[in-house]
């Protein structure tokens, strides 16, 4: 596998349910971001980590909680999601925090809650 | 903070014609101005970007035009083809720790 990988690419739940998202670069970056694409909506950066640490968390509700366990492993899990969160949420890397450098994605994982 | 808008939201051409795409930032501060293209089902992916010191820049048959003065930023591509169909985001930065604030997104569509 080379890139940004993400499973799984389409997830279906309940308000109720706890699922989780997972990404998995192989590029050998330092940062990693999630990003939630809605339609016509901008790309909207929900959280950053650099070397593992959380830098950056975009005021998004707490049912949304991500985790950073290494430098290639980046996770989001869900719990008790509106049907509003339905959307698109892409992951991404970069080699080093900072945004003037090319952002490369994975192809997202469609989250659909009933 | 950085709002950027982009026209249009739709945008059909005949195969070998060319595309504009516009963007407005509201961020003098902002120096860093990727584009983005987006296909049917898949990543996003950088396809060309510019930095404030300079005013143009082409890679083959895309160019990206800034405008610091004026606030805006234009993607260009020329005798499009049927595989340019996808949807473009652009997107604007101050760097260092500022994030990148992306666009709505135009959809473009390339007949043949």
């Known amino acids: 596998e080379t890139g940004v990988t993400q499973t799984p690419r389409h997830l279906v739940m309940g308000m109720t349910n706890k699922k989780s998202l997972k990404c998995e670069q192989h590029?050998?970056?330092?940062?990693m971001y999630w990003y939630k694409q809605s339609a016509k909506k901008p790309l909207e950066l929900m959280f950053v980590?650099?070397?593992?640490?959380?830098?950056e968390n975009n005021s998004v509700p707490s049912r949304f909680s991500p985790e950073c366990p290494n430098s290639s492993h980046l996770f989001l899990h869900l719990h008790t999601l509106q049907p509003e969160d339905s959307a698109l949420y892409l992951c991404?890397?970069?080699?080093?925090?900072?945004?003037?450098?090319?952002?490369?994605f994975g192809e997202g994982s469609r989250l659909t809650v009933l | 903070g950085e709002n950027v808008e982009q026209h249009p939201s739709t945008l059909s051409v005949q195969e070998g014609d060319s595309a504009v795409i516009k963007c407005t930032y509201s961020?003098?501060?902002?120096?860093?101005f990727p584009w983005y293209k987006q296909e049917l089902g898949k990543r996003p992916q950088l396809i060309i970007d510019?930095?404030?010191?300079?005013g143009e820049k082409k890679d083959q048959r895309i160019a990206v035009t800034l405008n610091k003065t004026a606030k805006h930023f234009s993607l260009h591509i020329t005798e499009t083809q049927p595989e340019d169909s996808a949807v473009y985001f652009c997107?604007?930065?101050?760097?260092?720790?500022?994030?990148?604030?992306f666009g709505k997104g135009t959809r473009l569509s390339v007949i043949a």
């Open positions: 991404a890397s970069s080699q080093v925090r900072g945004y003037t450098g090319e952002l490369f």
């Open positions: 590029l050998g970056h330092n940062a």
């Open positions: 997107a604007a930065s101050k760097g260092g720790n500022t994030p990148l604030v």
């Open positions: 961020d003098s501060a902002s120096n860093y």
């Open positions: 980590y650099s070397l593992e640490e959380r830098v």
């Open positions: 510019i930095r404030s010191n300079v």
